[in-house]
């Protein structure tokens, strides 16, 4: 009789030897140049005070800094996830900004998310601006809109119960 240690080791390589056999032709592709699908890398906005940016996006989002290749103190970069970055930039700004074009970041409650921002003093509100209830989506997904220092907008969202 096989013991469950020998089971266990077995399932372990074969997990392993899947996975090299789906993930080896992707990386080959990758680093051989072939594929020439865009990824996206990282997401450049401006602010008009950088120090109040990092302030909102570390404090507010809770985005980590990352390297900043330039090494001065006009930029600062944050982790997105998946290898995405923000990239902002201290420049002049005067421009407004329209909801439909905004950051979206999911959490697991939107509801929670919403107390954070209270206690911070952060004005949100739904999809029509009318209202601090989230916009109810047809599919499910619950949604939040506020800005951030210079005015862009940013949706927090929460997946539907399944």
């Known amino acids: 009789m096989t013991s469950l240690s020998t089971i266990i080791k077995t399932a372990k390589i074969t997990t392993l030897l899947l996975a090299i056999t789906v993930l080896l032709p992707v990386v080959c592709k990758a680093q051989s140049g072939t594929d020439i699908s865009p990824v996206v890398d990282h997401i450049a906005i401006t602010t008009s005070n950088l120090k109040k940016s990092t302030e909102f996006y570390t404090k507010v989002l809770h985005l980590k800094k990352v390297d900043n290749p330039f090494a001065d103190t006009v930029h600062q970069w944050y982790s997105l996830g998946n290898n995405v970055k923000l990239h902002v930039i201290q420049a002049e700004r005067n421009e407004k900004q329209v909801k439909g074009v905004h950051l979206c ?19 949100y509100s739904n999809w029509k601006g009318d209202s601090k209830e989230p916009t109810f989506r047809g599919d499910g997904v619950l949604q939040l809109y506020f800005q951030d220092p210079d005015g862009y907008w940013i949706e927090i969202n929460s997946p539907a119960k399944k």
């Open 105 to 123: 970041f999911t959490v697991s409650s939107v509801k929670e998310f919403a107390k954070s921002l209270e206690k911070m003093n952060i004005p």
